[in-house]
């Protein structure tokens, strides 16, 4: 267990929506990093947030947005869903201190 | 060209086999190198963590960057079953507060 949480563990909703996923990362942990997973991109890096401020951006969609609360939990939304964002969707913290991110277990969209 | 490639596999070994997991690189500006695991339905896991170049050994495990190569490798020694899983490459420019570029992994089976 990387100590690393993400809610929920499934979603399944229909295109045109909109869904929120949750992480809260290690205890500690002020930096939180979203990644997309599919089986023809691999892992990308979406986008990360350090201490409540936006930090970096990878490939993120502007349909997608994020943000990350004074208790360092950090939600990622994704809206007018299209087909092509079904995957899995992974939160990252990382210390300072250490040159590692810890990954939570995942959050798996499928979009119908 | 993509910054990390990863042979694709799959990669099938018999039990007790050593095995060799390759990445190679185009970013020089990468400093920090790592090795995650993941298993079916679940996060990526940290197995090894090495900055610049060298080797770095942790029980059956190997990892080896070159640097001047733009190439890096981990060894699984003594394989088992419980091995198999897939294996990522990732790599980063600034350590722990910078994102992780992955390669697309490759899926392991040992067999008993």
């Known amino acids: 267990d990387s100590g690393v949480t993400q809610t929920p563990k499934h979603l399944i909703t229909a295109t045109g929506q909109r869904v929120t996923l949750r992480c809260s990362p290690r205890?500690?942990?002020?930096?939180v990093y979203w990644y997309q997973q599919s089986l023809d991109q691999g892992l990308q890096f979406l986008i990360q947030?350090?201490?409540?401020?936006?930090?970096a951006k990878g490939n993120i969609l502007e349909r997608f947005s994020a943000q990350q609360f004074p208790d360092l939990h950090s939600e990622l939304n994704l809206s007018s869903l299209e087909l092509g964002d079904s995957a899995l969707y992974f939160c990252?913290?990382?210390?300072?201190?250490?040159?590692?991110?810890?990954f939570g277990p995942g959050t798996r969209l499928l979009v119908l | 060209q993509k910054e990390v490639e990863q042979d694709p596999g799959p990669l099938s070994v018999p039990e007790g086999a050593i095995v060799s997991l390759n990445c190679t690189y185009s970013?020089?500006?990468?400093?920090?190198f790592m090795w995650y695991r993941q298993y079916s339905r679940k996060g990526p896991e940290l197995l090894m963590y090495?900055?610049?170049?060298g080797n770095k050994e942790d029980g059956r495990f190997t990892a080896q960057v070159d640097k001047s190569s733009k190439y890096i490798s981990l060894f699984i020694r003594d394989s088992q079953p419980s091995d198999s899983a897939t294996y990522l490459c990732?790599?980063?420019?600034?350590?722990?507060?910078?994102?992780?570029?992955f390669g697309k992994g490759i899926t392991l089976s040992v067999r008993p």
């Open positions: 990252a913290s990382s210390v300072v201190s250490e040159g590692t991110q810890y």
């Open positions: 205890s500690g942990d002020l930096s």
């Open positions: 947030y350090y201490n409540g401020e936006e930090r």
């Open positions: 970013n020089s500006a990468f400093q920090y």
């Open positions: 090495t900055y610049s170049s």
């Open positions: 990732a790599m980063s420019a600034s350590g722990a507060n910078s994102k992780l570029t």
